[in-house]
């Protein structure tokens, strides 16, 4: 597997502030965070993205994120949490090395995804969740 950012801050070749460090998965504080406290769930091994880690890691990665979000909120004070994943390049991700980003919200902090949305025509949300109905 290659070596990424990532897999450098676990070895202790670039610095960080870690929080959590297991078999499975560590996490340290991001460098550029959307608001203070925002850290990183990350997979111990360079997983592109969620589809190539197995099952068992990615649950507990995401027992981790909560246990995150409830520090955040108890250290905090934070009304909430963003936890998501940039799944691949298309979606934002930069660094390709599957992570979980936990972000502290507050109400009223300003921040924004500031995503567009698109409009379905007649009929078709209900034609593409044919497609997508899960098995
Ligand atoms: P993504 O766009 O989902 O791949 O997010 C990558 C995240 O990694 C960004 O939020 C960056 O700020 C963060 N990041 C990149 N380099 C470092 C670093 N050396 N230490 C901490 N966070 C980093």
Avoid: W
Avoid at 17 to 23: A, I, P, T
Avoid at 28 to 39: A, L, R
Avoid at 45 to 73: F, V, W
């Amino acid at each position: 597997m290659e070596e990424t950012i990532f897999t450098k801050i676990r070895d202790g070749k670039i610095p960080s502030v870690k929080l959590y460090e297991d078999e499975e998965c560590f996490v340290i504080m991001d460098i550029n965070p959307i608001v203070k406290g925002h850290s990183l769930v990350i997979a111990a091994k360079p997983y592109r993205n969620i589809g190539e880690c197995p099952q068992e890691t990615l649950d507990h990665m995401m027992a981790i994120a909560k246990k995150l979000d409830s520090k955040l909120r108890e250290e905090l004070n934070c009304d909430g949490t963003n936890i998501l994943i940039n799944n691949d390049p298309a979606s934002g991700q930069e660094v390709p090395h599957l992570h979980i980003h936990v972000i502290p919200r507050f109400l009223n902090d300003g921040r924004s995804f500031g995503f567009a949305h698109d409009r379905y025509e007649d009929g078709e949300m209900a034609r593409l969740g044919e497609r997508l109905r899960l098995g």
